[in-house]
């Protein structure tokens, strides 16, 4: 059995409430970085407000780590609904996110997957794979981008127009959600569908009204592009994810859309990120003419 760490504690709750109350702090500090943890833990907060309850059965935590002052050096989840369910994990020094991995490993939990910033999520995933015997290997390696200010934006042209998604929509913001996890992983090189959060026609409906939703119509108005993005949290908003149907690619669809889009968060006042898989080339064009620029890296691990 792993020998206990005097120099970090671990702390796990399954209320995302108390966690953010507990780390809220950390996660405003660097708030891009943090964007992922932020977003997914409020709108779990807010839908155990309202008495959703929580999609499907599967681990469901949000944990702290601290060092011996109390300060806390970083956290972590455990949230997603599709399967393996890796946790999330957020930077920390690497003594800290070994100790996490023993925590979870001690806890009798399988954990066979681990995604996040890098190097700690490797970390973890090392020092599980050493616990149970098992070798790390990469599934995805993602970049996190940044479009912070409305100065280093650049605008592009395609023949159409921007509009909200409307309740009418939903059916096709459904489907093309999930034809852009199909599509994800094709582009990426690798079978199956991108894992992503599973998505409801309510949860859609619900992303419609509170305006998360932006669709491109062409001249002739024919709906040929989705791009989505998060609520804000902490002052950042994350855009994705950005769907083209295919037929009409290559006449600037997602160049025009991502572009105001981010011009709209920009001028509500907050910072505009997203992601991109390293191996799909086109997206990383794409968001680099818009002046996104990549922030940091982050890894997508299976323990096996």
Do not use: K
Not at 114 to 138: F, I, M, Q
Not at 212 to 226: F, I, P, R, T
Not at 236 to 256: D, E, I, K, Q, S
């Amino acid at each position: 059995m792993p020998e206990p760490d005097p120099h970090h504690r671990v702390t796990i709750t399954t209320d995302p409430a108390a966690f953010l109350v507990e780390a809220g702090e950390h996660l405003a500090a660097d708030p891009v970085v943090t964007t992922v943890v932020a977003t997914v833990t409020r709108r779990a907060a807010d839908d155990d407000a309202r008495g959703v309850p929580p999609p499907g059965r599967h681990p469901r935590w949000w944990a702290v780590v601290r060092d011996a002052d109390g300060t806390v050096v970083g956290a972590a989840m455990r949230t997603a609904p599709f399967a393996p369910h890796p946790a999330y994990v957020l930077p920390m020094p690497a003594p800290a996110a070994r100790t996490l991995a023993r925590v979870l490993h001690e806890r009798g939990e399988r954990l066979d997957a681990v995604n996040g910033s890098l190097p700690a999520a490797r970390v973890v995933a090392d020092e599980l794979a050493g616990l149970t015997g098992g070798r790390v290997v990469v599934e995805e390696h993602l970049r996190l981008w940044e479009l912070p200010a409305l100065d280093g934006l650049v605008d592009h042209a395609a023949a159409g127009r921007l509009r909200a998604a409307t309740p009418g929509d939903v059916p096709l913001c459904l489907a093309w959600f999930e034809a852009f996890a199909l599509d994800a992983a094709e582009q990426g090189g690798r079978e199956g569908a991108h894992p992503m959060d599973g998505e409801t026609a309510e949860g859609m409906a619900a992303r419609v009204e509170r305006g998360l939703l932006w669709l491109w119509e062409s001249a002739d108005g024919e709906v040929v592009h989705l791009t989505a993005h998060s609520e804000p949290a902490y002052g950042v908003v994350r855009v994705g994810p950005v769907f083209t149907l295919r037929g009409h690619r290559g006449h600037g669809y997602a160049r025009a859309a991502v572009a105001q889009v981010t011009r709209r968060v920009l001028e509500a006042g907050d910072r505009a990120c997203l992601y991109t898989d390293q191996a799909n080339p086109t997206s990383n064009r794409v968001y680099a003419a818009i002046g996104y620029r990549p922030v940091a890296e982050t890894v997508n691990l299976l323990v096996r």
